[in-house]
C-alpha cells in the first residue's frame, strides 16, 4: 500500500481483526493503542506532526460506542474535543480521515432499511453526538469516509455477543425486546469491508463520504438469539434452549437512545466499492470460537 495508513485505536477488537487481515495480505498500517491517560485532544496533533499519514483510520472509541454505547456527558465532552482536533488537523494537513458512525443517527421508525440519503434524527445522546461528529467532518474536511454500522459483534466480555451468551447459558428464560432489528456484523467482516475501501482509496480513487454497511441478512434481536442457542446446542454448550418472552422495546432501559430499526442497506458500498455484502450466519460459528 503506496498510502502511509495511521490506525488509531489498534487494541480494539475491529483494530486488531482488521491489522491480522491486513497483515495476511502483506499491507502494513501503523497502529496507536489507546494511551494510558485516553485520546487526550494534543495527542491528535502530536499523531498529525509525527507520522505524517496520508490517512487515519479513527477507531479510537470503539469501545465506547459499539461496545459500551456510553452516553455519559463527561465521557461525549472528552471525545469531541479530540475528534474536534484531528478533524481539523487533518484538514490543515490535507489528510483523509476514515471514521466509524452508526445507525444511531436514525430515530428507527422507518419500516424499511436506511439509506445514506436518509434524514438524520438521532434519539440519544450518542446517536446525536455521532450525527453532530459526521456534520462536522462534512464540512470541514473534504476527504473523508464515514462508515456507518448496524450492530458491530466482537468477542469481547464487554460486548453484545459474550453478554447474550452468557445470559442464554445462565437463564431459564430471559426477556428480550420484540422487533429490534439490526444488521448483525461480526468484526470480521466490518474489517474486510474497511479494509477494501482502504485499498481502492490507495488507488487514488476520490471516493469519499458516507456509506452504510451491514452483513447479510437483517435479523430481529429474537431471531438472532434463536440461531445463537441453536449454535450452542450443537456444541454442547447448552442443554436445553432458553424459554424467549418478547417484551416492548420500549420497556427494556437498557436499549433507551438506540433506534428500534437498525437495518442499514449497503447498496452505495456495493455500487462504488463493489464491496458485497456476506452472511453473518457463516461467519458466527468463528466468533463463538473466539467466546472460549
Not at 136 to 145: E, W
Not at 234 to 241: F, I, K, T, Y
Request: net charge negative; aromatic share 8%; hydrophobic share 45%.
Amino acid at each position: 500500500m503506496r498510502m502511509r495508513v495511521l490506525l488509531l485505536g489498534g487494541e480494539s477488537p475491529l483494530g486488531q481483526a482488521l491489522q491480522a487481515q491486513a497483515a495476511a495480505e502483506f499491507i502494513q498500517l501503523e497502529a496507536v493503542d489507546r494511551p494510558e491517560p485516553g485520546w487526550l485532544p494534543e495527542m491528535a496533533d502530536q499523531l498529525l506532526a509525527g507520522a505524517k499519514p496520508d490517512l487515519i483510520l479513527n477507531l479510537a472509541f470503539y469501545r465506547e460506542h459499539f461496545q459500551l454505547g456510553l452516553e455519559d456527558p463527561e465521557s461525549l465532552q472528552a471525545q469531541q474535543q479530540f475528534n474536534e482536533r484531528l478533524i481539523q488537523g487533518c484538514t490543515a494537513n490535507d489528510t483523509t480521515l476514515m471514521t466509524l458512525s452508526s445507525a444511531r443517527v436514525f430515530d428507527g421508525s422507518k419500516t424499511s432499511a436506511y439509506i445514506e440519503k436518509d434524514e438524520e434524527k438521532p434519539v440519544g445522546a450518542l446517536g446525536c453526538f455521532q450525527a453532530e461528529l459526521e456534520r462536522s467532518l462534512r464540512t470541514q474536511c473534504p476527504q473523508h469516509v464515514i462508515l456507518r454500522f448496524s450492530w458491530l459483534l466482537d468477542a469481547s466480555a464487554e460486548g453484545a455477543l459474550a453478554r447474550l451468551v452468557a445470559e442464554l447459558k445462565r437463564s431459564p428464560a430471559l426477556e428480550l425486546a420484540e422487533e429490534w432489528r439490526g444488521n448483525p456484523t461480526p468484526v470480521a467482516d466490518a474489517a474486510r469491508v474497511i479494509l477494501s475501501v482502504l485499498k481502492q482509496l490507495d488507488c487514488a480513487a476520490p471516493l469519499y463520504g458516507t456509506y452504510h454497511y451491514g452483513s447479510n441478512e437483517p435479523a430481529t434481536w429474537i431471531s438472532f438469539a434463536q440461531y445463537v442457542i441453536q449454535e450452542l446446542i450443537g456444541r454442547g454448550e447448552l442443554q436445553n434452549a432458553p424459554a424467549i418472552q418478547p417484551v416492548p422495546f420500549a420497556s427494556q432501559v437498557a436499549l433507551a437512545g438506540r433506534p428500534q430499526n437498525a437495518v442499514l442497506l449497503a447498496r452505495k458500498l456495493l455500487l462504488v466499492f463493489g464491496i458485497k455484502p456476506r452472511s453473518w450466519r457463516s461467519m458466527l460459528p468463528a466468533l463463538l470460537d473466539e467466546l472460549n
